[in-house]
């Protein structure tokens, strides 16, 4: 039995109706001031189109979703629980007195919102391990109780949790007390929240946990499910230096008075930051021995933190604030070093499809995940790009005000009105950066927030060397979607002979061409060493340079002040001057892209060379390897030696005595792990005249898997053995097959014999001695897919959906279901199409039935202009309830099938419909369908403006409507064997 | 009759597979016990017995003479020789509480019955011992009563003809394809013995693939590390140990950090008594809430 409790003023005159967010909950009654009080609950997200039969245009929905969820947004003061105030107390709020309310609500199986993970094995639920935590997207804390789920509604929170004795309830604020119930079998856990907190910050989660207190910090608390204990001690243990990393340079104490995190399984998403509390996913947890988990675990703990102190704390003001305190996180985050470098590619700064979408960008549960994702990317660009503008000094001056001033209003208990202090808007940001720093960034922001898209920048080059002057050339494209037009600074540098210089353009309407000034004159015989930009000088060879020409290379916007995507156009051999002198990461990735264009074995000698440079980025250098493979792969014919890598691979991690065998792993320097682990699956890219990957190449892969030994290593080799089998999977090239016959195994092409060998055995072994999150299971369903979509194999999804069934570990699972997608859209399969949308509506985990969406819409069966006998009638109802009704418990999963609808049939109405009935009229001219006006006054939504008029009288009504709505969620009747199954509350607010 | 029974013993444990005429053997011996029995007993007045009650005074008398013989060969062992004699004969009928004396006037009773001497039947065969080489003859100064040399095989070395393999490409040679070799049969077998999946429809065996079978507790599989893993993690930790003892640095270092952290922590703590108010202010005690003891209720107990 679950209480809930928040005490919250209104100071709101005339109010005479109340309006909260509830979804799922089982309302009994309602109590103003201890009188009854009649009240109407109304979802109309629930089902999105009512009474409507054949409609099925894409644009129809999504207006009428953003209608539904605008009409329950608390931001606009709805929602979907309407409490009419009793007359009585109208004199009561006129004098502006608290109202209380009492809400007695239950809740039973919640299908979205709360998660119970309960195993199906013998023994209580303590010994099972079954457990419960609060999950969502966004503010949905409306799913497990009735509140005002938005994030700019603070109050203060006393929560009580009655569960199992043998269970631990975590939840938001301090651990006041627990105590046992009259008959010793159960514990209430009092939680008080004292610092005003949104209600969509707050959460719980409840399991048998293991208790570590942080040997640093003791009022940090750690949580993990039974069995884990070794691995949250190694997991957490350097926790409190991220706290001490943010505090020093926030230069602000951490919050809240402690700190608790929670490792459930199944979990929603990977992290979820909460007031005081934060909730990971379990699979982040591990032991010492793993080396890849390690930097990905930190950094969502430190985001976790972050989000701490701004998300939590710091509450946004409404969604359109969200970029702000995303940005935030995602740039503490990397200040906080603990994201190693983050990669600016160009690639990375694709915007925000700015027109045609699919869907409203004014909530955030209307928003396709794709969006939100890139949403987040750009908002950590955009705040790099204050940051670049204002320096970062000033930058942490600004968070520090923004902290204090949050920090100086929660500990004014009583005026809540000071509590806004604690919501963040942009221009309120805004104003305290140009209080800061003294500068006006309105410019920046206009042009990177307001707007959308990215600049692409084409240049070009000419030396001059009669006026010794370079004459660059830049032109834009601002035409093609997601671009935008840029006029303004723009940093140039040039690397010359006698050093570096910068040089600032003007970017206008017309102008072109830009003459730089060159400082040195080209010259040859004087041997001197060349200074780079960060001071460094070196010696290079200068033979491969343009005699003419002072001009080494040239990089348009270094800092990447501006969102942009540059290609220019520079010689081969500036590019390759670029790769091995150039110390700027992104630069090095930018020549190393470049390079691929130039198959020369200057080139081939440029890569070699950063391979073999133990100085240089190890991301680099992985990306060399690929490059590699490429221009090995273009000059084919001309390539002499062994191929591209071999003779370096042996040099470096084979025996010197017997250069065939690989020397026993030890993987101490991680850099030469990265580029050991690469180095294979780039070679296996490989491909001789024939197309075929050497059998050279095979053999030295098979062996490295032979003679694999990791008996005196310190670390796991899973990812290791891992990447082996995506290496041979890399290495299979087409079968060649006659009258396509069936494939059998005699016809089995040796090598690929060989191939299926060691997955056999690997697979095998891992049911016997299983990997760490079974990556090697993972790896070898991802080479049988490859092996299958290439002809040696049989293509049969039988395997795969055995290992998609529910019980097997998340990463394999998604694994066979991405074989499962392919093989649905290679072999347009009705059957496993129809398999997945099942598994869709019914698999327990909620992760896997997001992502087999988002699967499906990257690699869709058919799309909406192709002729697919998968595309029918069935397909499209069964999908179009599936996002109007059968969704709504999850907004992620309903936008996700939103997604998925869009793809498949686009925005108008599907091809494979017949045409449409009475109700609709085709206007052939502009190819859409519309509702023909005569219909539409019969209202659409049934909880419109309007609904002030609803008679709030008839109690008995409402409450057979909520009853109606219950029953269409259509719960399975699982018996409820936990003490939380049944949560019954009373809310005061 | 000891002697028999022991020598009878020692070869039906020994040779109980073979062929018939070692069963015929035991069949008449059996026989003849049973008639000693039923003598006995018509000597002792009885007209008739069951066949149960005879089968189990054959099986007595037979567990008796059996016992006697053992314990004689014991006796006769311990004092090093071969054959058994009277003497050990009797210090095992006076170790068994047999009245040694009695067994005169026993034996010259008037009443006995003579039984017929058994046909000669031919004893069992003992099979011929593996010999290899020939025999060794005793040298002079051994006495040619002492017992023969055993088996050459049993004491003679045989010398290494290879050396230790220590080349290193062989022996990693070796460790992989034996490592491989067992995992390949490890794996068969087990497809052999469960249920199995196959990428081939027609062919089942080439490739046998372990069916997949979900785990009720998937991510502890998945997460926790192998026993195997954790010895070796131990054993590395330890090595690494052994290389950091000569290195003072890292101990201080740790020391440092702990100074630091408590240091932390007291301030911390400060704050939160400031905070709750309910703070004690131990700093060497861990004060968390989670590790509070649970508290009874209260007699009146709380209304909501």
Not at chain 1, 143 to 152: A, G, L, M, R, T
Not at chain 1, 236 to 247: I, K, Q
Not at chain 2, 259 to 274: C, I
Request: proline share 5%; net charge negative.
């Amino acid at each position: 039995m679950n209480r809930k409790k928040g005490d919250k003023g209104f100071e709101i005159a005339n109010l005479n109706r109340i309006k909260l967010n509830s979804k799922q909950c089982r309302i009994y009654r309602v109590r103003v001031n201890d009188l009854e009080a009649a009240f109407i609950y109304n979802d109309p997200t629930l089902e999105v189109c009512h009474h409507e039969s054949k409609q099925r245009n894409l644009n129809y929905f999504s207006n009428a979703y953003a209608a539904a969820v605008s009409a329950v947004d608390p931001d606009a003061g709805n929602g979907e629980l309407c409490i009419k105030v009793p007359s009585e107390l109208w004199k009561h709020v006129d004098e502006l007195k608290v109202l209380k309310v009492h809400i007695n609500f239950s809740l039973d199986q919640p299908k979205g919102g709360l998660h119970f993970v309960v195993p199906n094995v013998e023994g209580s639920m303590a010994e099972r391990g079954a457990h419960v935590f609060s999950c969502g997207y966004q503010n949905s804390t409306r799913f497990w109780f009735p509140c005002v789920d938005s994030y700019s509604e603070l109050c203060t929170w006393k929560l009580e949790y009655t569960v199992d004795a043998a269970m631990v309830a975590v939840s938001n604020g301090d651990l006041v007390e627990t105590i046992y119930t009259h008959d010793m079998r159960k514990k209430t856990f009092h939680y008080m929240l004292t610092i005003p907190t949104a209600a969509s910050n707050i959460s719980l989660a409840i399991g048998p946990f293991e208790i570590l207190v942080d040997p640093y910090m003791h009022e940090v608390t750690h949580f993990c499910l039974p069995q884990l204990l070794p691995l949250l001690k190694h997991t957490t243990s350097y926790l409190h230096e991220v706290f001490e990393f943010y505090e020093e340079i926030l230069t602000c104490r951490y919050p809240y008075s402690c700190f608790k995190t929670v490792f459930i399984d199944e979990a929603y998403v990977e992290v979820a930051a909460y007031a005081s509390m934060s909730i990971f996913s379990t699979n982040l947890l591990h032991s010492a021995m793993i080396i890849d988990e390690t930097p990905l675990t930190r950094r969502c703990l430190a985001q976790s933190l972050a989000q701490q102190f701004f998300g939590c704390f710091i509450s946004r003001m409404s969604w359109s604030d969200e970029w702000e305190l995303d940005q935030i996180v995602a740039y503490e985050l990397k200040t906080g070093g603990v994201l190693l470098h983050p990669i600016f590619g160009g690639g990375k700064e694709k915007d925000n499809p700015a027109s045609h979408l699919h869907f409203s960008i004014k909530h955030p549960h209307t928003l396709s995940w794709e969006y939100y994702t890139m949403f987040q990317c750009k908002a950590h660009l955009v705040m790099r790009l204050i940051e670049n503008r204002i320096s970062m000094e000033f930058m942490l001056q600004v968070f520090n005000k923004l902290l204090s001033l949050a920090s100086t209003a929660s500990s004014q208990k009583f005026q809540s009105h000071m509590w806004s202090q604690m919501l963040v808007s942009t221009s309120g940001f805004l104003k305290s950066i140009s209080n800061v720093s003294g500068k006006d960034i309105q410019p920046l922001i206009k042009q990177w927030v307001d707007q959308s898209g990215v600049v692409k920048f084409y240049g070009s080059f000419a030396f001059n060397r009669k006026r010794n002057v370079l004459e660059l050339e830049i032109k834009q494209d601002y035409t093609s979607p997601g671009t935008q037009k840029y006029v303004g600074p723009l940093k140039v540098t040039v690397q010359e002979l006698d050093g570096s210089f910068n040089h600032t353009l003007q970017i206008e309407e017309n102008s072109l061409k830009h003459d730089i000034p060159c400082h040195s004159k080209s010259r040859r015989n004087k041997k001197k060493k060349i200074p780079l930009m960060n001071g460094e000088e070196v010696d290079m060879d200068l033979s491969a340079m343009d005699a003419d020409s002072p001009l080494l290379w040239i990089r348009i916007d270094p800092d990447m002040s501006v969102l942009r995507k540059v290609e220019f156009e520079q010689s081969d051999f500036m590019w390759q001057y670029q790769l091995r002198y150039e110390r700027d990461v992104v630069a090095q990735e930018e020549s190393i892209l470049a390079l691929e264009k130039f198959p020369t074995p200057a080139s081939r000698l440029a890569l070699t060379d950063i391979l073999e440079q133990e100085q240089c980025f190890y991301r680099v250098r992985m990306l060399a390897c690929f490059c590699l493979a490429k221009i090995a792969n273009s000059m084919v014919s001309t390539w002499t030696g062994p191929p591209a890598m071999k003779s370096l691979f042996t040099r470096m991690f084979c025996c010197k005595t017997c250069p065939n065998i690989v020397k026993t792993n030890n993987f101490m320097s991680f850099q030469s792990y990265f580029l050991q682990k690469t180095m294979p699956v780039a070679m296996a890219l490989l491909r001789d005249v024939h197309n075929l990957c050497p059998k050279e190449v095979l053999t030295f892969i098979l062996d490295l898997i032979k003679y694999n030994d990791n008996r005196k290593n310190k670390f796991s080799d899973n990812y290791y053995r891992a990447e082996m089998i995506d290496a041979l999977a890399n290495s299979v090239t087409p079968a060649v097959s006659v009258n396509n016959e069936v494939r059998t195994l005699d016809n089995l092409n040796p090598d690929v014999r060989l191939i299926l060998e060691e997955i056999t055995r690997f697979l095998n072994m891992e049911k016997l001695l299983p990997s760490y999150r079974h990556t090697i299971t993972v790896s070898c369903l991802r080479a049988i897919r490859v092996l299958q979509k290439n002809g040696h194999v049989p293509s049969d999804p039988a395997l795969f959906k055995s290992y998609a069934e529910y019980g097997h570990f998340v990463d394999i699972r998604i694994a066979a279901l991405e074989a499962v997608v392919d093989y649905t859209k290679v072999d347009r399969s009705y059957e496993e199409l129809q398999w997945l949308l099942t598994m869709i509506q019914n698999d327990p985990v909620p992760y896997v039935r997001h992502k087999i969406l988002n699967m499906l819409t990257r690699n869709p069966p058919f799309t909406k202009n192709m002729d697919s006998p998968l595309c029918n009638e069935a397909l499209v109802d069964q999908l179009w309830k599936l996002m109007n009704s059968g969704t709504s418990h999850d907004w992620r999963l309903r936008c996700g099938a939103v997604d998925l609808y869009f793809t498949l049939f686009g925005l108008s109405r599907p091809s494979c419909l017949p045409l449409p009935e009475l109700g609709l009229v085709l206007n052939l001219k502009e190819k859409k369908a519309v509702l023909n006006p005569t219909i539409i006054p019969e209202a659409v939504f049934s909880n419109s403006q309007e609904e002030e008029e609803v008679d709030m009288d008839t109690v008995h009504d409402s409450q057979a409507f909520i009853y109606h709505h219950l029953n269409m969620l259509e719960r399975p009747s699982t018996p409820g064997t936990m003490s939380v199954h049944h949560a019954k509350g009373w809310c005061v607010i | 009759m000891a002697n028999t029974a022991a020598t009878a013993g020692a070869g039906g444990s020994g040779s109980k597979q073979d062929s018939t005429p070692e069963d015929n053997y035991y069949l008449a011996w059996r026989r003849r016990l049973q008639v000693v029995v039923s003598s006995l007993l018509t000597e002792a007045g009885f007209e008739s017995a069951q066949k149960a009650s005879v089968e189990t005074l054959t099986e007595m008398l037979q567990s008796y003479l059996l016992e006697i013989g053992r314990s004689a060969k014991s006796y006769c062992e311990h004092t090093a020789r071969t054959q058994p004699t009277l003497s050990d004969i009797v210090v095992t009928l006076v170790e068994m509480g047999f009245n040694v004396e009695t067994l005169p006037a026993y034996a010259m009773r008037s009443q006995r019955m003579v039984i017929t001497a058994p046909p000669v039947t031919s004893g069992p065969v003992t099979p011929k011992a593996l010999t290899a080489r020939q025999k060794k003859s005793h040298p002079p100064h051994v006495p040619s009563h002492f017992p023969e040399f055993p088996d050459p095989h049993t004491y003679i070395k045989t010398p290494m003809y290879h050396e230790p393999l220590s080349d290193y490409q062989v022996l990693r040679e070796k460790a992989a394809s034996q490592r491989r070799d067992v995992e390949r049969a490890l794996t068969r077998f087990m497809a052999k013995t469960g249920k199995t999946q196959s990428l081939f429809k027609d062919d089942v065996s080439t490739f046998p693939l372990i069916a997949a079978r979900p785990f009720t507790i998937p991510y502890l599989t998945a997460l926790l590390p192998s026993e195997l893993e954790m010895q070796q993690m131990e054993e590395t930790d330890s090595l690494e140990q052994d290389e950091q003892t000569d290195t003072e640095i890292l101990p201080l270092h740790i020391n440092m950090d702990e100074s630091s952290a408590e240091k932390e922590n007291a301030s911390v703590l400060q704050q939160n008594a400031s905070l709750s108010g309910s703070q004690t202010g131990e700093e060497n005690l861990i004060d968390n809430p989670y590790l509070r003891p649970v508290k009874k209720p209260k007699i009146c107990g709380e209304v909501n």
